[in-house]
């Protein structure tokens, strides 16, 4: 699990409503991801968590075939996806997909791994 500090403790705990967020500048409403406390784009400082759809594109991917843990079913998907809502804002995930169904640029949207107080964000096919 990760660990959680006032950084990125949002982050990690806001699917407990069924929402993703990311931090955003309140002065030019640029996202960011990873969370750092200020804005990259214009230095601003004053930055907040944001929800975003929890619509995204696959942009690139990996199939694990590696039992890295024990418990892990192999082979699994990792995924980097482009949320809807910025071009560059990405996150690294898993895809909730049969590797054979995955292609660049499928639509995709946000669910959740329980494990309370975290909250994962996976990606599944868009229905």
């Known amino acids: 699990m990760p660990r959680l500090d006032a950084d ?8 407990k409503d069924g929402k993703l967020r990311f931090l955003r ?9 990873p969370p750092v406390p200020y804005c990259p784009e214009c ?5 907040a968590p944001d929800v975003v759809s ?7 991917y ?6 890295w ?6 082979p699994y998907i990792i995924g980097l996806v482009e ?9 690294t995930t ?6 054979a169904d995955v292609t660049i640029g499928m639509q995709l949207n946000v669910v959740f791994e329980d494990h309370d107080p975290v909250y994962i964000p996976l990606f599944e096919p868009a229905s």
């Open 25 to 33: 500048c309140r002065s030019c409403r640029y996202f960011i991801h």
């Open 69 to 74: 843990a024990p418990g892990c079913e192999e």
């Open 94 to 99: 898993n895809v909730l997909a049969e590797p």
């Open 8 to 15: 990125n403790e949002f982050f990690w705990t806001s699917g």
């Open 83 to 91: 949320i809807a809502e910025q071009a560059g804002l990405r996150l």
């Open 62 to 67: 990996t199939v694990n075939h590696q039992p």
């Open 54 to 60: 929890g619509n995204a594109v696959l942009w690139s």
């Open 43 to 47: 230095a601003s400082r004053d930055v």
